[in-house]
């Protein structure tokens, strides 16, 4: 069966995209931790970080790079903060998420977010990639 990513992926799920190539993409998590929170997705269905092949890992550092400094304009923060965890969804995606402090990584008891509010914050990241 699918994940719930690459149903998304292929529209079967609505996703609020910001990057897509021929190997990953970028879409809006529905539970942020702060506003900007974003997940960058390999196309293919790989269920460890530790599985994807070199050049796959080092594609999504790069465009992980890229959209990291994105959220620091869209989103004026200390730092840009990146995990993989894996445990919630079996297909590797890293969570990059505006911070100030550490209490501002957690995944849970996260409320979601609006429609509406994540596609004004996509437009934000996508207005300065």
Same mark, same amino acid.
């Given at each position: 069966m699918?994940?719930?990513?690459?149903?998304?992926?292929? +529209?079967?799920?609505? =996703?609020?995209?910001?990057?897509?190539d021929?190997?990953c993409v /970028?879409i809006?998590?529905?539970? $942020?931790m702060k506003p =900007?929170?974003?997940?960058?997705?390999p196309?293919?269905?790989i269920?460890?970080?530790d599985?994807?092949?070199?050049?796959?890992? *080092?594609?999504?550092m790069? !465009?992980?790079?890229?959209? /990291?400094?994105?959220l620091?304009?869209?989103f $004026?923060?200390e730092? !840009? +903060?990146?995990?993989?965890v +894996?445990?919630?969804?079996p297909?590797?995606?890293?969570?990059?998420?505006?911070i100030d402090?550490?209490?501002?990584?957690?995944?849970? +008891?996260?409320?979601? /977010?609006?429609?509406?509010?994540?596609?004004?914050? *996509?437009?934000?990241?996508? =207005?300065?990639?």
């Open positions: 699918a994940s719930v990513f690459t149903r998304i992926i292929h +529209g079967e799920l609505p =996703g609020e995209f910001v990057w897509s021929a190997q /970028a809006m998590t529905l539970n $942020p =900007g929170h974003l997940l960058v997705i196309r293919e269905e269920d460890h970080w599985d994807m092949p070199v050049e796959l890992s *080092a594609h999504l790069t !465009v992980s790079q890229k959209l /990291a400094k994105a620091k304009r869209a $004026p923060c730092r !840009v +903060g990146m995990m993989i +894996g445990l919630e969804v297909h590797v995606h890293l969570h990059l998420v505006p402090a550490m209490q501002d990584i957690r995944l849970e +008891g996260l409320p979601q /977010a609006r429609p509406e509010q994540l596609a004004e914050h *996509a437009d934000r990241i996508r =207005g300065v990639l």
